[in-house]
């Protein structure tokens, strides 16, 4: 392990803190089953320059019928990007498939800014971008493997003029060294896992890699749950770095607010993978009930299977009984919501919206409940920095808002001594007065002592029939504009 991360001993860290690569990250393919990852390196392909022995990212090594998104860290280009691709898109005798590419897009809005097929042709070719026009916005590089085909369906990229693209070796002996740390209990290399996790430079798979690597020395659910934080792409860097250092400080009880915000960002999947690492034990199956009595985490979570096995055998009576009462009157969410963001994920993925044709549909039909940049109204939640979430989140917060409602946000039913009902955002007034607010953003306000009943639930104010109301066309350009809406990561 010392000699995968190039120490001569363990108390030899400097070596450290040298100037890291970019991270990547895998990421499923929409319109693809998830057999993992496809990705690896390689060092067997030729260039066609005649260079020989360089590591290319591949996804040829793993089985060409696996699929997957591969997407670097975000960065500013210079005058002009280059690299190396060799592959194939479908049978060389057809038309290409337009499946497998080599993507660079925008890091706020997602926009595809410049895009390569392979070359068909198993030696590396050279491809060159002129990104001069680019200056000053952050992008990132996407490889693409979209076919599941069991021959010439694979990608391999490298030699990026910008060397922090690279694959390289350090990248597998971090990776294995994490591995050997964790399953052998090197305890010794402590010092030198909290020097990674600890330092802000490196790429967030990294240090999630070392995190991970801690907890096998260190075992706790809530710990592990925050380990988990940095492989969420909506949440901030400060959030980041909160939860890296309640692991290296072994801090448990200071995760509570850290995970808050994690599941506050994360998409369905990334809340279940949250979920599942704090279902081990009491103490995380209590924190866990908490955020969801809350609403920061969708009580849904209690109905998938990985979560719901653990919990029947760990929860005490006392648990049972809030899991009960958080899962009773959930609403219900079949699989054509299910089928429509898994539709609307793969139509954002081939093409994006128009985002001043989005600002003008959200100005029209949110901005009655919502705010953005000052404009419109405070009922709902304030949707700045929205796109921070990421496509994933945003899309089930737009046709799931059931999904995940905070408990200040969630509708109340209100019955009259006269036997009238009215559902919505309940709001205490001043001189004893209530205000309810519909999904139409229509308020009723009425005296206190008119209301004999009030009746909680789980639900959000917000129609829940959005993908039937806007047209694929629509949504795409509503969903464009909000992931515009982003705010810095670092707050």
Same mark, same amino acid.
């Given at each position: ?22 991270? $990547? ?32 990212? *591949? ?69 060159? $971008? ?23 369906? $694979? !990608? ?40 990674? +996790? ?50 290296? @400080? ?32 009491? #103490? ?29 055998? #760990?929860?005490?009576?006392? !648990? ?16 054509? !919501?299910?089928?429509? #963001? ?29 705010? #953005? ?12 920095? !929205?796109? @921070? ?33 009215? *559902? ?11 205000? +309810? ?55």
């Amino acid at each position: 392990a010392l000699s995968k991360l190039g120490m001569q001993t363990t108390e030899d860290l400097d070596v450290l803190d040298a100037k890291p690569l970019f991270g $990547w990250n895998y990421t499923p393919h929409p319109d693809a089953p998830n057999r993992g990852s496809c990705w690896g390196i390689t060092t067997s392909r030729t260039c066609s320059d005649g260079m020989t022995g360089v590591p290319l990212f *591949s996804s040829y090594e793993q089985g060409e019928q696996r699929t997957g998104l591969y997407r670097s860290e975000s960065f500013e280009p210079g005058a002009s990007l280059s690299f190396y691709v060799a592959g194939h898109d479908g049978f060389p005798d057809k038309p290409l498939k337009q499946v497998n590419f080599v993507r660079l897009r925008d890091s706020a809005s997602g926009e595809v800014l410049r895009e390569a097929s392979p070359p068909r042709n198993d030696v590396a070719q050279k491809v060159e $971008w002129s990104t001069d026009e680019l200056a000053g916005r952050r992008v990132y590089v996407e490889l693409v493997d979209g076919d599941t085909a069991g021959a010439f369906a $694979w !990608i391999a990229v490298g030699r990026f003029s910008d060397e922090r693209l690279n694959p390289s070796d350090a990248q597998l002996r971090q990776a294995e060294a994490a591995a050997l740390i964790g399953d052998f209990a090197i305890t010794e290399l402590r010092p030198a896992i909290i020097r990674i +996790i600890g330092n802000t430079q490196q790429p967030r798979a990294t240090r999630a890699l070392f995190a991970s690597a801690m907890l096998k020395l260190q075992a706790d659910s809530r710990l592990a749950a925050a380990a988990r934080v940095p492989s969420i792409a909506g949440v901030t860097d400060t959030t980041v770095d909160a939860a890296m250092n309640a692991l290296v @400080n072994s801090q448990p009880d200071s995760v509570e607010p850290i995970l808050e915000a994690a599941f506050q960002a994360a998409s369905a999947a990334e809340q279940l993978g949250l979920a599942e690492q704090l279902a081990v034990d009491a #103490i995380g199956m209590d924190l866990l009930l908490r955020l969801m009595e809350s609403g920061k985490a969708s009580a849904r979570l209690l109905l998938k299977p990985t979560v719901r096995q653990k919990l029947e055998a #760990i929860a005490t009576d006392s !648990i049972k009984q809030r899991v009960v009462r958080l899962t009773e009157n959930l609403p219900t969410e079949d699989t054509v !919501i299910e089928q429509l #963001i898994a539709a609307r994920r793969k139509a954002f993925a081939m093409s994006l919206g128009d985002a001043a044709a989005g600002k003008e549909l959200v100005r029209k039909n949110c901005l009655i409940c919502h705010q #953005i940049a000052g404009e419109g109204k405070q009922v709902g939640p304030n949707l700045d920095g !929205i796109g @921070n979430r990421g496509l994933d989140r945003v899309l089930e917060d737009v046709l799931a808002p059931n999904r995940n409602v905070d408990v200040a946000f969630r509708t109340t039913t209100v019955v009259t001594h006269e036997g009238k009902a009215y *559902s919505g955002l309940l709001k205490e007034l001043e001189g004893g007065r209530v205000s +309810i607010t519909d999904s139409q953003a229509k308020e009723t306000v009425l005296p206190a002592e008119m209301v004999e009943e009030r009746q909680p639930s789980t639900t959000s104010p917000m129609p829940s029939n959005v993908g039937d109301t806007l047209s694929e066309a629509q949504l795409r350009d509503v969903i464009t504009y909000l992931l515009q809406q982003r705010r810095q990561t670092g707050g």
